[in-house]
């Protein structure tokens, strides 16, 4: 179906973080917008009042009458979707043209500069960065993100641009649909394991994704990779780290909550870069995002605008409260090596304090893969306290369950097993120096209610 035939599009998963930015998309384009999801949440409230239509049980009765003319009604669908759901179901048996949400992602990059970043972790941080520094230079950019960007509220954005800047992501090889002009790929440690099977095919399917980068374009990637690459003609190659490769920092500066570096670029120097989120793995993300903006034309003064300027993404090292006595944050963080990076940061950051972390696994196979690098990472904490495992769309597996990493906690670390229904009430109950919420489950929806008990104490 052409953009110009679309006159409605229904979402199915609407609630999910990168569909809602499309959907943000076409309401923007003036289309009767609805959709089912199986829960209401403050991002669904947010689309009501933006004009979506969504409902919260799988009822056919319940999709808008616009949604329902195959000539002209577009499907999208998350694959966290089960194949016997009724309205996907109703969808496909009517003749509706049905796509993933990489799909439609794939056509935009093929009307625009694909600006595609793409890594087990880091993405959403560095593809926002990128996203703010070029909305904010002489370039201007359209964006779908994988979080919500603090400085716009939103995980999207719309202008005239040519340049749009997408987070791909390889969950059941959606990226595999872009066709990126440039791309950045942060890390590619084996995640995924429930839909690749082996780490070979997860590098694999990386490799598939960097021949889709267009020539003329280019790939910038995190040095020491294991992935191989495999670029067309004319696609130029570059490498960055936090000190080494093409793209590197120098001169780095932390202290007095600050953070400063020179950004070293073969496209010329940047003396001075200030972070306006000066958490330690930002220092990396940023050097990726400026690589990105820089290679598209976004001057000195317009990268170190855009990175003093950048003020974070919900859930991504996400301060509630920052005082002298008590430090409590938010942390998207979910797989063994962000589980890593953000204690590490913790660690640098809060050095002769006590850090508490609440960790809610994420899936029963992610957890049964990598039981014992969720304990060693959480071991670099003071105190851990492990939820039950949010499911997501799995089924319990026999012998999975928090357990597993609780027993290979390392000794001296303070541990306990609670239920994610008794966070506030744990929180009312003790005293912390420094507290963070780790996972990519529903205990962040607790966070307001954490803030509140913290704030009163």
Request: with cysteine.
């Amino acid at each position: 179906m052409e953009l110009k035939d679309i006159k409605a599009v229904y979402f199915i998963g609407a609630g999910g973080i990168g569909m809602s930015a499309i959907a943000r998309y076409f309401i923007s384009k003036g289309m009767v917008v609805g959709g089912y999801d199986k829960t209401a949440s403050t991002l669904t409230r947010q689309l009501e009042k933006e004009g979506m239509l969504i409902h919260y049980e799988e009822n056919i009765d319940e999709i808008p009458h616009a949604c329902k003319k195959p000539q002209s009604c577009l499907v999208v669908y998350t694959p966290a979707i089960p194949d016997d759901h009724k309205e996907l179901l109703y969808f496909r048996r009517n003749g509706f043209e049905i796509e993933k949400r990489a799909q439609v992602l794939g056509t935009l990059t093929r009307s625009h500069k694909g600006l595609c970043f793409a890594g087990t972790h880091g993405k959403t941080t560095t593809s926002t960065m990128c996203a703010h520094i070029m909305h904010q230079s002489h370039l201007d950019c359209n964006a779908f993100l994988g979080g919500i960007s603090k400085n716009y509220g939103t995980n999207y954005i719309l202008s005239d641009s040519d340049y749009v800047v997408i987070e791909a992501d390889e969950f059941d090889r959606s990226f595999h649909w872009l066709r990126p002009w440039m791309s950045v790929v942060t890390a590619t440690d084996p995640d995924h394991l429930d839909i690749y099977g082996t780490k070979e095919a997860y590098l694999e399917s990386f490799r598939h994704y960097t021949g889709l980068i267009q020539p003329g374009g280019a790939l910038i990637v995190h040095k020491g990779l294991e992935m191989k690459e495999s670029l067309q003609e004319g696609v130029k190659r570059y490498d960055y780290a936090l000190d080494e490769g093409d793209f590197h920092a120098e001169n780095i500066r932390i202290g007095n909550g600050e953070i400063t570096f020179d950004f070293i670029s073969p496209a010329g120097n940047v003396k001075d870069i200030s972070l306006g989120q000066p958490v330690p793995i930002n220092i990396e993300n940023s050097i990726a995002a400026m690589a990105m903006a820089q290679l598209n034309g976004c001057t000195a003064d317009e990268l170190r605008y855009g990175m003093k300027t950048y003020g974070g993404v919900d859930r991504r090292f996400d301060y509630k409260i920052r005082t002298d006595k008590l430090v409590f944050l938010s942390d998207y963080a979910h797989h063994p090596k962000e589980i890593y990076q953000s204690a590490k940061s913790m660690r640098e950051l809060y050095r002769d304090r006590k850090i508490t972390a609440i960790f809610q696994p994420h899936l029963y196979t992610r957890t049964r893969d990598f039981y014992k690098e969720f304990a060693e990472a959480l071991s670099l904490l003071d105190e851990v306290v492990l939820t039950e495992i949010y499911p997501a769309r799995e089924q319990p597996i026999p012998g999975v369950g928090p357990q597993l990493i609780y027993d290979n906690l390392k000794p001296g670390v303070e541990k306990q097993m609670i239920l994610s229904a008794d966070v506030p009430a744990f929180v009312k109950s003790h005293n912390f120096d420094v507290l963070i919420l780790l996972g990519a489950g529903d205990l962040d929806n607790q966070v307001p209610q954490i803030t509140k008990i913290l704030q009163n104490k």
